[in-house]
């Protein structure tokens, strides 16, 4: 390939399509296209460091301009792609302008599922998906004193744990019985229930967010179903997120919610890539899988450039995460879904401790807290189709680098 490839998304899967391409001794122009203002940066500190003011938006930074142009990388901030045309291979701009191309990628992240209540429109409610979010959950923070956080999934407990540092009061609502409910086991979704009750957070489970009351044209709290009515100054909203495949699906691509792409982070189109929280990967027994993290956008973005190049470089490595909540690391590796036992090793009293999932004595992958060599031993253990037994999961003294060897 040799004409234009036009990169649609400017984060971390598109910046990593863009510096693959270059690693494959791609020549051609590269065109990035991105609508926000900034260059590529990381996401997962704006709930973390970022929002705690211990990490500075410089710090942020993936590539600054100056790094793509070295590559000869043309970085379009503040564009958006209005739509593409897949027979002509041109992406047209929303300032009207059209741009021709050889090979495509689309790398259109995601956005904050909305909450679909009245009131959720007020000033002093937010959701948090970019960095101009973070500077406003920041500059609210600055006089309220409490702080209601819908959704206990991820992005909520962080923004929770965070805003507990700043000595806020803070109540998380959440629907399930359980928190982060979708990624984790109920053991893990216990002690962070914990965890979080003792660094003074009131969660509320089972609750459902039926609206936000105003007061004097801010935020007076949130309305739940049932009647009770939790009093707010802002409120942060972190209930999911819908994937940016509109374009491609208006363009004539497969999707299922987001971009269908099989390993090779090939689309249904030839020549047409897709990578990062955008796509929804088609796994060899059938099921599809929608990953929202570093390690999917970075892994599925390598795979783009190589089939932009027509190679074939399929993402097999095993699946992993991380979040920061207060001093706690979790790492989650591994696909745990499906599991029939569950093996703790460590301690939980002490926060120290692994949970291992196996089914029909199989090792699917663990969830660690603040055992990182836990996590990395399962991933290279999963890397390598190997792994412990539950009995040697369970044994501390059990080294996992035994079997590793
Ligand atoms: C607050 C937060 C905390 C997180 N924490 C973690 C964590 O701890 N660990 C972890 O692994 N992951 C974490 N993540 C997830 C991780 O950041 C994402 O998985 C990753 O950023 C996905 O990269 P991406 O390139 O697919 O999408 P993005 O980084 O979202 O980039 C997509 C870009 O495309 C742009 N775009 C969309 N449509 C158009 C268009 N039509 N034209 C031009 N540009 C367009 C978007 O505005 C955006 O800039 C976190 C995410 C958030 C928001």
Sequence with gaps: MQGPIIILGAG????????????ENYTGRIILIGDEPYGPYQRPPLSKDFLAGTVTQDQLALRTPEMLAKKNIEFLPSTRAASVDLAARTVSLADGQALAFEGLAFATGCRARPLPVPGADLPGVFTLRGIDDTLRIAAALKTAQNVAVIGGG?????IAATCRGFGKNVTVVETADRLMARAVSPVISQWFLEHHRKQGVRVVLEAKAVGIREQDGGTAGVELAGGEFIPADMVVIGIGIIQNSELAKEAGLGCKGGIVVDACARTS???VAAAGDCTVRL?????SLALESVQNA???AKSAAAALMGRERPFT????????QYEVKLQMAGLSAGYDRIVIRGSQEDGAFSAFYFRDGTMLGSDSVNQPKDHMATRRMLDKNLGPTPEQ????AFNFQTLLK
Excluded: K, N
């Design 269 to 271: 189109h030839p020549g």
């Design 317 to 324: 490595a095993c699946p992993w995460f991380w979040s920061d």
């Design 298 to 300: 970075m892994e599925q």
């Design 283 to 287: 796994l060899p027994d059938g099921r």
């Design 154 to 158: 991820f992005i909520g407990l962080e």
């Design 12 to 23: 971390q899967a598109g910046v990593q399509i863009a510096d693959s391409l270059r690693q």
């Design 393 to 396: 999961a369970a044994d501390s």
